[in-house]
């Protein structure tokens, strides 16, 4: 059974810090990885998204990468804003066929200090 | 285009009661899903549907139901609430197509309390 994790739990850093959001999942057989941010009390929205066959994705001041061997994703958020201060949650889909079910992590929720 | 929308944003049932969570959605998504979040912890799949008349069971499917009569509605129905039901609960749709293009839209939650 494929179980994402998501560490630390919470992180707080200061405003104009570079920083890393970590994401661990068990099973490699993946179709692709996507990261999401949930600010409090609303839905989720999709940050970015890497294929299996990626090993990168970025948008903006966030880099994703994806090393399918060893389980691991990566969030890079350059030059962090107050505005990023959310929960940022990653989301595997295993590969099955005729699905698109994601399995989550519980998140890491992110606080940039002014 | 109004994305996902879903209501109501807050209801608190007593236990034993039935309600159903709404869900629609108007990017002509063939996909769509229903998931629960409770506190502290990420989302788990209640059930899910590849386009109308098709639906199928997620990771947490007991209590719950699900019909899937046209490509927009998708409503979760709850029978005989449970304590355990307490949780936020989130519609989602997605297209078939591969790439970027699966990704998973949100709708903005139901807070649910059962008491």
């Known amino acids: 059974k494929q179980e994402v994790t998501q560490i630390p739990a919470a992180l707080s850093v200061p405003e104009g810090e570079n920083l890393v959001l970590n994401c661990s999942f068990t099973?490699?057989?993946?179709?692709?990885l996507q990261w999401f941010r949930q600010d409090p009390g609303k839905g989720l929205t999709s940050l970015l998204l890497i294929q299996s066959s990626q090993r990168e994705q970025t948008s903006g001041r966030l880099n994703a990468s994806l090393d399918k061997s060893s389980g691991r994703s990566t969030l890079y958020i350059a030059a962090s804003q107050p505005g990023d201060s959310a929960t940022y949650l990653c989301a595997v889909r295993p590969f099955i066929q005729g699905a698109q079910k994601l399995v989550f992590g519980q998140g890491t929720r992110l606080t940039i200090n002014p | 285009n109004a994305g996902v929308t879903q209501t109501p944003k807050f209801r608190i049932l007593k236990i034993g009661q039935s309600m159903t969570l709404q869900c629609t959605q108007d990017m002509n998504h063939n996909y769509m899903y229903w998931y629960r979040q409770d506190p502290g912890m990420g989302l788990k799949l209640i059930y899910y549907?590849?386009?109308?008349?098709?639906?199928d069971k997620g990771e947490v499917p007991n209590g719950y139901n699900v019909s899937r009569s046209t490509t927009e509605d998708f409503p979760l129905r709850l029978e005989l609430a449970a304590p355990s039901q307490t949780s936020v609960y989130f519609c989602a749709s997605s297209y078939l197509g591969g790439g970027a293009q699966e990704t998973q839209y949100f709708g903005p939650g139901t807070r649910l309390l059962v008491l």
């Open positions: 099973d490699s057989a993946i179709y692709n």
């Open positions: 549907s590849v386009g109308a008349g098709i639906t």
